[in-house]
């Protein structure tokens, strides 16, 4: 599916279910829309915080994950759309 972020849209923490896999495509990402952040499913080992990374990412990037990952989109804060293609694989051997 194809999701476009106007301004002030954003994406809530979710996952993808029991999916194996989710992906995300990024077609029109200006240098100051922020990327995907992902949180880690165990607290940081030393003083117990939630873990949160993000992937440096441009236009063309295609990231692949497994589909319990938690993950959310801050506020697009600028004009401009922010477009990315998203999917998720089942792979059964």
Not at 29 to 36: F, R
Request: charged share 25%.
């Amino acid at each position: 599916w194809i999701v476009k972020y106007k301004k002030n849209d954003y994406q809530t923490t979710h996952h993808h279910g029991r999916v194996m896999y989710s992906g995300i495509l990024y077609l029109d990402l200006d240098k100051k829309h922020e990327t995907t952040t992902f949180i880690a499913p165990w607290p940081n080992e030393i003083n117990g915080h939630t873990k949160l990374s993000k992937i440096e990412c441009k236009e063309g990037t295609l990231i692949i994950f497994p589909g319990h990952l938690l993950h959310f989109v801050n506020p697009n804060n600028i004009e401009k759309e922010r477009s990315v293609i998203s999917f998720d694989i089942n792979a059964y051997l």
